[in-house]
Structure formats: structure tokens, C-alpha cells
């Protein structure tokens, strides 16, 4: 079964920092462009970033940009968000979601994992 | 950053009605355009991709439409287990913006 697991939020102060993990399994994980999505609470959907399966590449929000940085590691079939000066708007759910390439639809999600950007 | 307009926001009707979600884009994106189902405390599911694919294991009630521009999400005959949230994406460029979403209920 294809499945992705996100791990890592929690309740962090403004300006704070946070990295979270998305492990992939039940696929040939480097195949494959992974995504952040997030969502707001009662808001709708916001892509986040992306990096392509060999992880040469990588793209970002403008409201991330120069604050997130996602990696992966393929030997680990993970992929992370490195999120740093974090603000109140950044309180979301977060999703990792798989597709063949960068601009492919999104088959497979996580279950998302919670931040929230409190003092 | 391309736009993606969901219209209604919300809709209710009745079990065994014909449904149908409008999506417009800001600029042309062919059929680049999908549509995701999202339940309450779930996270989002494909249903249809490249504007009219059926997603494998998506009932054949959903269908979708559209080029260019502008685009429906069609559900045939509605029934309860499709209360949800409905949300377009375009994967034409990066970013994939999304629609606002259409909140479905049953009468």
C-alpha cells in the first residue's frame, strides 16, 4: 500500500523554528516529486514547495520563500521542510503529497501534521 | 501567480440530484486541471486529473469538463457519502494555486 506519514509540528513561538518529515513507502520513492500543501484552519488548500524525485530541483511559495527549505533524502524515502522564522500565518495543517513530476496531480497524500505559530 | 475561482462556495441538494462545481482560471492552463475531494478531518483525494480522467477507484458518478479557461466537476447523482469539500487545482506552472472550494451538503 502506498502511504505517506508526515511527522514534526507543534506549537512554536513566532520567529521559531521547526522541520518536518514525510516518509514515504510502498513506492520507488526517488521516482517520484514530493509537495508541501497546507491548509489553514477552516481555509482552503496552499501548494508550499516541491523538489523533484532526484532532488536537483526545488520550488517555493513566494509567502515561503527564503524561510522554508525542503530536502529529501532518498536513502531514508524521506523528504523535509525546513521552516524557519515562522509567523502566525504559517499556522496550517501541513500535507506531503506524491506525484511523478513536478506538475503532475497529487495521487497519494499524508494525514498532515499540525503547526501552530503561537507566543 | 495564476487564480483559480470556485463557483458556488457552497451548495446543498438532494440525494440523487445532478451537482455541478464551475472552476475558472485567471489565464489559460489547457487541461491542466484537477479536482480533489476533501472530507471533514481528512486530507484531500484526487478524483479527476488532466480535466476529465477519473482517478483509479473514483465512482464513475464524478465527471469533469472543460479547456482553456474554464472548467465542471459534475456529480451525476449525489449521494450522502460525497458530503464534502471540492477543490480545483491548475498544474499548469508552479505555483499549483487552488480554488477556494465548494462545500457540498445533502438536503
Known amino acids: 500500500e502506498v502511504q505517506l506519514l508526515e511527522s514534526g509540528g507543534g506549537l512554536v513561538q513566532p520567529g521559531g523554528s521547526l522541520r518536518l518529515s514525510c516518509v514515504g513507502s510502498g513506492f520507488i520513492f526517488n521516482n517520484y516529486a514530493m509537495t508541501w500543501v497546507r491548509q489553514a484552519p477552516g481555509k482552503g488548500l496552499e501548494w508550499v514547495s516541491a523538489i523533484r524525485g532526484t532532488g536537483t530541483s526545488t520550488f517555493y511559495a513566494d509567502s515561503v520563500k527564503g524561510r522554508f527549505t525542503i530536502s529529501r533524502d532518498n536513502s531514508k524515502n524521506t523528504v523535509y521542510l525546513q521552516m524557519n522564522s515562522l509567523r502566525d500565518e504559517d499556522t496550517a495543517i501541513y500535507y506531503c503529497?506524491?506525484?511523478?513530476?513536478?506538475?503532475?496531480?497529487?495521487?497519494?497524500w499524508g494525514q498532515g501534521t499540525m503547526v501552530i505559530v503561537s507566543s | 501567480d495564476i487564480q483559480m475561482t470556485q463557483s458556488p462556495s457552497s451548495l446543498s441538494a438532494s440525494v440523487g440530484d445532478k451537482v455541478t462545481i464551475s472552476c475558472r482560471a485567471s489565464q489559460t492552463i489547457g487541461t491542466s486541471l484537477n479536482w480533489y475531494q476533501q472530507t471533514l478531518g481528512k486530507a484531500p483525494r484526487l478524483l479527476l486529473y488532466?480535466?476529465?480522467s477519473l482517478q483509479s477507484g473514483v465512482p464513475s458518478r464524478f465527471s469533469g469538463s472543460g479547456s482553456g479557461t474554464d472548467f465542471t466537476l459534475t456529480i451525476t447523482s449525489l449521494q450522502p457519502e460525497d458530503v464534502a469539500t471540492y477543490f480545483c487545482q491548475q498544474s499548469y506552472t508552479t505555483p499549483q494555486t487552488f480554488g477556494q472550494g465548494t462545500k457540498v451538503e445533502v438536503k
Open positions: 488532466g480535466a476529465s
Open positions: 503529497a506524491k506525484g511523478v513530476l513536478i506538475l503532475d496531480p497529487f495521487d497519494v
